[in-house]
């Protein structure tokens, strides 16, 4: 299993950015996806999950102004970031799970300057 994510960049506080993972060496449309970030100095958390349903969660933090969504022709999950606030300056990680392994991507770099 592979994940490539890619998208990310600075930004203004307000602005938009959207971060792409395309996936490799697995059975894309029935995987859970989710995208994690992890600022300095702090633990990786959730940020938005979906599942093979298109059934959608997302941190209350980012709830209203994040959308994850998938391409299942593409093999890649998407996450839309609106709105972006400086707290959302973080290294953002795509991952999954199979077969009771987590798989994780490289991580992007999103910096949103106030």
């Known amino acids: 299993v592979q994940l490539q994510a890619s998208g990310g960049g600075l930004v203004q506080a307000g602005g938009s950015l959207r971060l792409s993972c395309a996936a490799s060496?697995?059975?894309?449309?029935?995987?859970?996806l989710g995208w994690y970030r992890q600022a300095p100095e702090t633990q990786r958390e959730l940020v938005a999950s979906?599942?093979?349903?298109?059934?959608?969660n997302y941190a209350d933090s980012v709830k209203g102004r994040f959308t994850i969504s998938r391409d299942n022709a593409r093999d890649t999950v998407y996450l839309q970031m609106n709105s972006l606030e400086p707290e959302d300056t973080a290294v953002y990680y795509c991952?999954?799970?199979?077969?009771?392994?987590?798989?994780w991507g490289q991580g992007t770099l999103v910096t949103v300057s106030s």
């Open positions: 991952s999954t799970n199979q077969l009771g392994r987590d798989y």
């Open positions: 979906i599942t093979r349903y298109g059934n959608t």
């Open positions: 060496g697995m059975i894309f449309s029935i995987a859970t």
